[in-house]
């Protein structure tokens, strides 16, 4: 299984990769700093599920989340954000995000995830 987790704060990726190597130790890691990269990342490396946070400089992830469903409608996206607003969740949601939820990301939370918003 192939994740790109995108944010671009060094702790927050830190915390979702954590997370993840306890759920899924085998999967293959990407990372990207910002929303071009993470759409850049994604065209090549097309992988199984994005995490991807919203407040980014370069591209935000409301932009990222659209072009990366423009490259594959069917992506996986899982949002990650600090801003919990109602709003904010339903914008993302309406653009095509599996789900939505606030930082930091845990283990319990991660586990959630993976059995009840990303098909494999």
Do not use: C, W
């Not at 060094?10 to 759409?39: C, F, W, Y």
């Not at 996986?76 to 930091?104: F, H, T």
């Amino acid at each position: 299984m192939k994740i790109l987790v995108v944010d671009d704060s060094k702790i927050a990726r830190m915390s979702v990769i954590k997370s993840l190597k306890v759920v899924h130790p085998d999967a293959e890691l990407i990372q990207a700093t910002n929303g071009l990269e993470a759409v850049e990342s994604y065209k090549k490396e097309r992988p199984d599920v994005v995490f991807l946070d919203l407040t980014m400089p370069v591209m935000d992830g409301y932009e990222a989340l659209k072009k990366i469903k423009e490259i594959d409608k069917e992506a996986q996206v899982i949002v990650v954000s600090a801003d919990i607003q109602s709003e904010a969740k339903l914008r993302v949601l309406v653009a095509g995000a599996k789900n939505m939820y606030p930082k930091p990301i845990n283990v319990e939370i991660m586990v959630q995830i993976f059995e009840q918003d990303i098909l494999l």
